[in-house]
Structure formats: C-alpha cells, structure tokens
C-alpha cells in the first residue's frame, strides 16, 4: 500500500537487547490511523496509550521515549520543521510531550519512519545511529558524562558526517534532572514535561540521524503551486511604515508605559497595527517582547510577586530585549522550511563580568539567540538585568540539557525561600541566595545540573523541592511543572489559566493556540471562513490583541472558543507545524489544501476539529490512567491572584496592571469540561464523546480502572 505525507510504519528500538535482530522493530501503521490522528504527538498518544505506558514508572524500563515527526514535514508546506517527543513525564507523573524546531524533524521521516521510540534501559550508554541501509546502537562510553550536548553533536558529526542530525542530552539529564531537556542543533531544545531524564534514565545518550529516504507526495503540483503563492503573498504583507515604526519605537523605555496608559484607558485596539507581530518577530524573534512584556503584566516579576514597571522597570528590562539583544546577532536562524526566521546566532562572552563585549575575539563565542521566555526566567523572574549573564546561563542549561523555564522558575522559588529563612545558609553550602544575584544564581544551577548540594533536590522540579523545604506557597507550578512566563492574571489572560490547568501537560504556554480559531464544528462547510483553518493567533503581542475586556477580571471565554484554541494545537502538532509561526503570519495559510494536497485525503475542515478533539481526548484519558485529575493541576493562589489572609482572599498584586485580578478559572475550566464533554469532578469523557470519537479502547481501559480510582475527584 502507498502511504502519503506519511511513512506508514514507526521504528521501536528495544535497549535491552544486545543482538541486533532483537533490538529493532517495525510497526507498520494503517492508513486509517493516519486519517484518525495524524502524526507528531497524535499517532504517538494512541500508541503510548495502547503499549499502556501509563502503568510506567516514568525512570524505569517500561517508560517510553519517542521521537515523532510530523505529517507535513518534508512536503514542502511551510512551518513544518517540529519534532514532538513523548514519553510518561517524570516532572509531572503524566502524559508528557516537548516541541523542537531545528533540522531534526525532517531527518526522522528521513529514516523511513514516522517515528522512533525506545523501550527498555539499556546495560551501558549508547547511540541510535541510523544511516541509509545501516542502523545500530553504539557504544556512547566516550560521551556519557563527559561530553555536554554541543561536544557530542560535534563528535558524532565529525564521526558519521556533517549533515547528519543529532539530537543527545547532557550531564544535567543524564543525572536524571526531572526538567531534563533533549537538544538539537547545539541550542534548539525539547524542553518541557522533563522528557530528557527518560532519556538519561535508559541510559540513551543520543540519536545521529543521517538517512534520506523521500517522502511521498499525493499532489506535488498542488503542493509547490500552494507554497510558491503564499510566499508571494508573505512577501507582499511584509512591513509596512506603521509595522516598522511602532516597531522601532518599540524599542525604547517609554513604549511599554505607552502601551499600559492605551490598555488602561481601552483604546490599545485603536492603534494595533496589523503586521506588528510579523515585524516584530522576523526582526526579533521572541525576545523582541521581553521588555513590553515585563511592563504590562504578561511576564511574572520576581517570581509573581512583584510588579514590573516597578520591580523591573522598562529601563531595565531593554537591557535584556529587543536591539540589546540583536545588537550581538551574527545572523539569522530558521528552522527547516521556515521563511520566518525568527532564531538568531549571537556573540557572547565567556565571563558574565566581561559585559559588554570584550574586544579580544578570542573571548567570543557564538551561540544560539535567548528566546522569550529564557530571558524572562532569568530576567525578571529573579531581578537580573545582565544580558550576558542570562546568555550565559541559557548555555549551561542547553550542554546539560536542562529546560530553562523549569530551571529559572526554581531558582526563583529558591531565592524567595532563602529570603523566608526556609532554607538556610548550611544547605546552600553559604551561597546567599539574592533577587539578581547573578554569581550565586550561576553556583546554584551548576549544583542543579550536578545533583551536588542543595541541587541534589532541586533538580527533582520546584513541587518536589518545595514540599521538602515546607515552602509550598512559593512554588509557581502546575501538576508540578514549573509555570511559564506568561501570567494569567494580566487582561485577557484567563485563557492561559485556564489552559495551565486543563491541558494534558499542565503549566505550558503552548498548549492552546490563544486567540485562534478554527472552524466551529457546526460551522457551514460553504462558509468562506470555513474553507480553510482561521490562522492561529500566537502568543507573541498576545495581550495586544486581547485587550478590549479592560476590567477587573476577564470574562469566561465561550465554549465554542475554548474547545477550538485547544483543539488546534493537538492538530498543529499532529502535523509538525510551528505554533508560534501561525500566529503570526499575516495572511492565511492554506492549510487544510496543504493537508489535503500531501495526503490525497480531501478532508473539510470540520473533520480537523473531530481529529483534534480525539487526539486531545487521548491524552487526557492518558492523565486519568495516571491518576491525575483537576485536583492535581490547579494552580498555586498567587498564580490566581490572591492569597488566604485569614480564611478571605487578599489580592496579591495591589499595584500595575495586574493589581485586584483574579481570573475565574474555575469556571473556565468547567467551561472547558462541558465544552470537550468531560465530567468537572472526574475528568471522565462521556460515553458519547469515546464512542463519537471512536475511542471505545480507551473506555475500555478507563472502565479497567479500580473503583476508587474512577470515583477519584
Ligand atoms: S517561526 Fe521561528 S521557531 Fe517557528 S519554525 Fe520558524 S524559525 Fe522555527
């Protein structure tokens, strides 16, 4: 049988076993499958869920590692360069997923498969290395331990070719960090849900991927008329003079108290230029909102308990964003197939003291561009305006393969602990621990990577460390994953409340296409905005376009929106599209012509939303398996504004734009229930949503669960 867009087939490799014919094993997938769940995390959770990977300990041997690419790679549709990895999280003891751009989703499919999962532990420290006509588990003696992740890159390239992609972890999983991250390309990480310590649990130090088989097309013509007219169209929507002054202006202290005076008095919509995201990202990348951002609520200051135009002030916070950033950029960086562009590489010193550049280039060197959320972790998050310093912790998080949102959000917990006197000198080894303190910020990390000290605990993940020092109240997570730098309580943030609780991977920013919409299931097929996916709103400039609710709290989002904007992001990820790129390219895509040109399938759209409901449905059952209900993810009191003073809620923020905001998030996510068809108390589906899914094995498994465990709420 033919398969388009797709291989037909994923690749298991068996680390336990020592002969080659035991260790790899094809799964042919049927087409049908495909049509069901697309690929990327979609096919991956109905795999996961039928090999019962959520009976696993997420570090023992029956955890499952996969690396999936997705459905419009290597067709020649735009965007299309993301990987998504899966496994059992070790972070939050549910289903886990990470995104990553680079060069290495195309050399996944590259190998013939859709993707390759590792079972088992292996007796030593190995490699996958998959070349045409050969493929074998090395001996990775040489690496484990020894190397960080862009020496290993550079030794296997150097050893196997260098166009062969690699992706590998560093000393910080391979010591079972629980937010160990897995690293490509010397500084693109798959970060979140801590699947870099599966990784280093089986003993896994790398995969070097260097096939190149095709991928079948059903439409080719189609396929290059589609792309070739929308790069036309991209060109033509490029800057205009607003975009470019607005962006430009931008870049100065007193934008951000422009843009909180427009909020406060509801008038930021009036003056929204169209393209300004598109601008701003094509000349910035992420980090071009670092400084906007900490100015009017979107990032956390001071690890959610301060206020940014005061605790981190625009003249501040430009120190890390936006030209000060780029100023230093050596060139710009996309990921496969990717006309966007928006990463960078970028010069940096060798010292955090040596800010700004020295002049010797010998105490250069070149790395990746911080992104947004970096920047704000060990930005404003901990009071730290030293670019350098940040590039520099953003480097030893990427050689041993750390997430650095995770990372910086307990050191901020740390810092804040340390101030409350609930850890004390002896258990830092007299580091003192400071809001800013760049030196004893930097041993700190180091200790985390090593599992030395005090970081021995703190590489268990901020719920973990919290519980074992009895500072709970400080710990900004969600099911135990750390909170990203996008902050609920800003206006129109109920969204991103509610998505930290109710999404299978809790405390992610990425989970739900904020602002997006697709196509209303009831939606007339004839309708032109029904023809194709409505273009998904990102999360860059995200409170420019959400602005117009300029009250206290935000109101409940419809359920129409809700189902929709997390529904789509299980498809963008089915296909290995960038989320970030769809929300802010200026003229649609044509996505479901691409979908439909690549595969021959000829779906109308509404059939998108049915599969992104199914494939989200999955992966919540996934978490009931686990045990894992609303109970576990609700988010700290901080998080939701307030605090308990003596059994009343006390707003926690009584200044700047976020001051007296405390999003119902309770009602969005019973919303969001109602909306998806799951019980509020016990996260169960109904029986017509797994029956109209065609999800009857996992009813079957949820209906296998002890009675106290079904009842559980
Ligand atoms: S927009 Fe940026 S992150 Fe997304 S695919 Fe393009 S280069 Fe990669």
Known sequence: MEYFGCMGKLLWVDLSQTEK??????????ADVYKEYLTGYGLGAKVLFDNEVYKADPLGPDNVIGFMSGLLTNTGAFFSGRFEVIGKSPLTGGWGDANCGGYFAPAI???????ILFKNISAKPVYLLIEDGNMELRDAADLWKKKDTAQTQDILQKRHGANYQVACIGEGAENLCRFGAIITDKGRAAARSGLGAIMGSKKLKALCLGANQATHIHDVVTMSTLTGNFMNQMCAASGGWIDDLVSWFGYTPLFSGVVRFLQKHNWLNAVEPNNLDFYGMKRWGTCGTTALSANIGD???????????????????????????TDHETGKYGCHHCPLRCGG?????????????????????????????????????????????IVELNEMCNKASIDTISCSVVVAWAIEAFENKKITPDQTDNIVLEWGNIDSVK?????????????????????????????????????????PMHDPRQIGGIGLGIQYEVEPTPGRHTSTCNGCGLPAPETDSSNKKAKSIHRLKGQFMQHVAKTQHNVKNDPVPSQDELLLTSCSADIVNGLGLCLDAFGLIPVEPPLVEWINGATGWNFPPSEFVTIGK???TVRHCFNLMCNITLRDTRLPDR???YREVKGKKEAVLKKGPNAYRMPPIDEGNQAYYEAMGFDLQTGVPSDEVLTDLG?????????????SDRCRK
């Open 109 to 115: 499919k590259k190998t013939g498969y859709d993707g």
């Open 695 to 707: 999800l009857d094995y996992v009813k079957k498994a949820l209906e296998s669960r002890p009675t």
């Open 21 to 30: 014919e035991k260790q790899f094993t094809e799964q042919t997938i049927p």
């Open 443 to 483: 041993i700190l990390v180091e200790k985390i990577i090593k599992g030395e000290g005090i970081g021995k605990i703190l590489k268990e993940g901020v719920k973990i460390a919290a519980e074992h020092f009895n500072a709970t109240q400080y710990a900004m997570h969600a099911g135990g994953q750390e909170l």
């Open 345 to 389: 590489k970028m010069n940096y010193p060798k010292s955090i003291h040596d800010y700004p550049l020295p002049k010797d280039d010998d105490d250069i060197q070149q790395v990746h561009k911080i992104e947004y959320e970096t920047s704000c972790g060990f930005g404003g998050l901990i009071q730290c305006d030293n670019l350098a310093a």
């Open 299 to 325: 990032s956390p200051i001071k690890n959610w308990k301060g206020v940014g135009y005061i605790d981190f002030p625009a003249k501040k916070a430009i120190k890390i964003s936006n030209n000060s950033v």
């Open 639 to 641: 998080a939701r504004g």
């Open 614 to 616: 199914r494939i989200k």
